[in-house]
């Protein structure tokens, strides 16, 4: 087992083998896209729309901008995280999140009463391109959980608070990944540009509140 510190975090991960942790720069793009492709080659032709395809200018600003952070197996990335920093006034059009939440007002009027004038003050985080090498030895060892703890202490060490995720309804993967570091579902929303149903996470957890596809709070442990 090696015991790796997150950069400038000082919070300590524990990982197997050779593998280190840190946050990514834009100097790693080549390595991100090279991961990009060999995910997007594996997924079966059901699964395409699980993945959005980044360019190097994209990832170029979201890591000058945002924060990355990968996981390294002798020095080959297989494990990455993204987060893109957001507000209303910058905040990107072609985003589910984003778009659910500028719309939170009308369809989610009690999630809008909770939570709407923080993000306003202070803004938000939406983790997006979370990749796993598909080679098998990398599965099924906790290494995206691994990441997104990564991120999300950098993220609260920089101030920030609220993160946000969304992922193809039927993508329960990168679910499991969300519910298992305790994020909550709060609505079923549909992708802008490709039609697809999602699923928006929010962490931390809104007390008791969680949104269903119309809007309409419920609690989800009730009968």
């Known amino acids: 087992m090696l015991?790796?510190?997150?950069?400038?975090?000082?919070?300590?991960h524990h990982l197997q083998t050779t593998m280190t942790?840190?946050?990514?720069?834009?100097?790693?793009?080549?390595?991100?896209?090279?991961?990009?492709?060999?995910?997007?080659?594996s997924l079966q032709p059901s699964?395409?729309?699980f993945l959005k395809k980044r360019d190097a200018v994209y990832l170029d600003k979201l890591l000058t901008l945002g924060i990355g952070i990968g996981l390294f197996d002798s020095g080959k990335l297989v494990t990455q995280a993204l987060l893109r920093r957001q507000t209303f006034e910058s905040c990107e059009t072609n985003c589910n999140v984003n778009n659910f939440l500028r719309h939170a007002a009308q369809t989610a009027p009690a999630l809008a009463r909770h939570l709407l004038p923080e993000l306003q003050a202070i803004g938000w985080g939406v983790i997006g391109t979370m990749l796993v090498s598909p080679d098998a030895a990398y599965h099924r060892k906790g290494l995206a959980r691994q990441v997104v703890n990564a991120l999300?202490?950098?993220?609260?060490?920089?101030?920030?608070?609220?993160?946000?995720?969304?992922?193809?309804?039927d993508n329960q993967p990168s679910q499991k990944v969300f519910d298992a570091f305790g994020f909550a579902r709060l609505a079923e929303a549909v992708d802008p540009k490709d039609g697809w149903r999602c699923v928006i996470f929010h962490h931390p957890p809104l007390a008791h509140l969680h949104l269903g596809a119309s809007g309409s709070p419920h609690h989800p442990h009730r009968a």
């Not at 015991?3 to 300590?12: D, K």
């Not at 793009?29 to 995910?39: E, R, T, W």
């Open 152 to 169: 999300m202490a950098e993220y609260q060490r920089q101030g920030g608070k609220h993160v946000f995720a969304s992922t193809a309804i």
């Open 3 to 12: 015991e790796a510190q997150t950069p400038e975090t000082g919070a300590s």
């Open 21 to 41: 942790i840190r946050v990514l720069t834009p100097t790693d793009i080549p390595a991100i896209l090279s991961l990009q492709d060999m995910v997007i080659a």
């Open 47 to 49: 699964e395409k729309h």
